[in-house]
């Protein structure tokens, strides 16, 4: 290890510098063990020194003073903070604050280049976004300047890669002539927009970075200060956050049952459409429900969750509609309904059922004098009936008719 710390000692600035990127590579990508981590906060720290022994930035110079050369130190304090964050010690806040350092050092370097935008120079003026809506905006629009610097970085390295293979192509067919030295100037215009993007990106990742840090130094603070607070009176803190527990409690029940003496309890909820109404905030629990299923709209104003207010909108509401036909009732409706149908069913049988067995109905049964003359009169009929079917059979149909029989 002490002759490779040698070795590193010996290196130029852009040798260390190359060599802490990749470490940061590393970490970023995918984890790295701890003394890796350490061992590149070690040379970036070396590489820091180096830059402030050779002064090669100035906070009066902007960002077209800075050579191409050297854009890229600007980014070792970003370097440094990501990889003092990931590693892992006893006092971890003695690493926030320290990352913390570190990132404010890279972003109040690149305010004195120009580079921050200005809606996040205005937010930082007014001591950050008050508004959860002005968070959000702004998360928002960093968020896509990251994308778009990613985006720009991936194309000016497959920009570069085609040069390189068309170049080499074209170096093994022609020599370079003169006026193709115009293409080998463009690299250093590319490479300056590189870093540049690469900048930016780091400017977005910082603010992000800086913010949870913040959060979480609030969190390991409040932590720390509620067990001083347990160490110094444990009991006294105890009793009077339970004190203070029983205070709203009884202030609740006393509420409650003031309340209780002028509201009337709610009906149970029977009806699965008016369940999602109350849960979706369209309905009051003790709003009256009479299971009155409407059909669906498939138009605009179901879209919007309006009323239908004139006969054009109920018209252009039907337009699009499904091809079968829809729903005219619920299933809670039809239930109530065939519920109602079965009871009255049930009814009828009942008092067809009390009818039958009931005494006037018995008696109704019991034979007349009237019924006797009756049978007689029945019972006359049938001889008379049995009388002519005996006729019939000895005399068939057209017996006396000469004219029916062949010879006749």
């Known amino acids: ?40 906060r070690r040379i970036l720290e070396e590489c820091e020194d180096m830059i402030s022994k050779l002064g090669l930035f100035s906070r009066n110079e902007a960002k077209d003073d800075i050579s191409t050369a050297n854009l890229k130190y600007t980014l070792a304090p970003f370097y440094l903070a990501e990889l003092t964050e990931k590693i892992a010690e006893d006092d971890r806040m003695h690493v926030l604050r320290t990352s913390q350092a570190k990132l404010k050092e890279f972003l109040s370097f690149c305010e004195a280049m120009e580079l921050v935008p200005e809606e996040e120079l205005e937010t930082s003026a007014h001591g950050g976004a008050n508004s959860v809506a002005d968070r959000r905006a702004l998360k928002v629009a960093r968020f896509k300047r990251q994308r778009a610097a990613e985006a720009k970085l991936l194309e000016i390295k497959e920009r570069k ?27 250093g215009e590319e490479e300056r927009e590189a870093w540049l993007t690469t900048v930016s990106l780091a400017i977005c990742k910082a603010l992000d970075l800086l913010e949870m840090l913040k959060k979480e130094e609030e969190m390991l603070s409040a932590v720390k200060e509620r067990q001083l607070k347990l160490q110094d009176g ?170 029916l029989t062949p010879c006749g």
Request: aromatic residues 4%; negative net charge.
């Open 234 to 403: 444990e009991g006294e803190f105890s009793q009077s956050v339970l004190d203070d527990r029983v205070k709203k409690a009884e202030v609740w029940h006393r509420n409650a049952a003031v309340r209780a003496r002028y509201t009337k309890p709610a009906q149970p909820i029977t009806c699965a459409t008016h369940a999602q109404d109350i849960i979706e905030g369209r309905a009051n629990v003790l709003q009256a429900h009479e299971h009155k299923h409407q059909p669906v709209m498939f138009g605009p104003a179901s879209l919007v969750g309006g009323s239908l207010t004139s006969e054009r909108e109920r018209i252009a509401a039907q337009v699009f509609q499904p091809h079968h036909r829809l729903p005219t009732m619920s299933i809670e409706e039809a239930g109530l309904r065939e519920m109602e149908m079965m009871n009255t069913w049930q009814e009828r049988n009942a008092k067809l059922m009390e009818e039958a067995n009931s005494a006037w109905y018995k008696d109704n049964r019991i034979s007349r004098p009237d019924e006797e003359d009756e049978d007689e009169d029945d019972d006359a009929a049938v001889e008379k009936a049995r009388a002519w079917d005996d006729w019939k059979d000895d005399n068939p149909r057209g017996a006396g008719n000469k004219k």
């Open 1 to 40: 290890m002490g002759e490779q710390v040698m070795r590193r000692g010996d290196l130029p600035l852009p040798a260390l510098f190359e060599e802490a990127r990749k470490i940061h590579d590393k970490a970023t990508e995918s984890g790295v063990d701890q003394e890796l981590l350490r061992e590149g």
């Open 161 to 187: 890669e085609r040069r390189v293979r068309s170049s080499k192509a074209a170096a093994l067919s022609t020599p370079i002539e003169a006026g193709e030295e115009d293409m080998l100037d463009d690299d």
